[in-house]
């Protein structure tokens, strides 16, 4: 099974930036669709950015367009979050995930492997 490894969170000022990577920790694996997704205190996990890694196509969630892109690495099934301009509101543990087929989602239901989260801090 599949072990997604995320890196790079950490604590930061308001409107300042961080870069999330993802990564399958074992062999590489053919994901169709990766995203990422955070979850804060008391809160549901709600998806943040979706990209399809045949076609490249993204999609991302209202309160965060336009400040963060997820982009495909050189490697195999690695992605990257970039999270510019940062708010306290933006504070989650973030996780990634990834499938083999589907439609890519914005959805937690569709993601079957995740990553353990990393935590993301933004102090005003």
């Known amino acids: 099974q599949a072990l997604l490894m995320e890196s790079g969170g950490g604590s930061v000022q308001a409107g300042g930036s961080l870069r999330l990577s993802c990564a399958a920790s074992?062999?590489?694996?053919?994901?169709?669709?990766m995203a990422w997704f955070r979850q804060a205190p008391g809160k549901e996990r709600e998806g943040v950015a979706r990209?399809?890694?045949?076609?490249?196509?993204?999609t991302y969630a209202d309160s965060v367009k336009g400040r963060f892109t997820i982009s495909q690495g050189g490697g195999e099934n690695t992605v990257y979050l970039q999270m510019n301009s940062l708010r306290p509101e933006d504070t989650a543990i973030y996780y990634c995930a990834g499938t083999y087929g589907g439609t890519c989602p914005l959805l937690k239901l569709g993601y079957n492997y995740w990553g353990q989260g990393t935590q993301v801090t933004v102090s005003s």
């Open positions: 990209i399809d890694l045949s076609t490249g196509g993204t």
């Open positions: 074992l062999r590489t694996y053919d994901f169709k669709c």
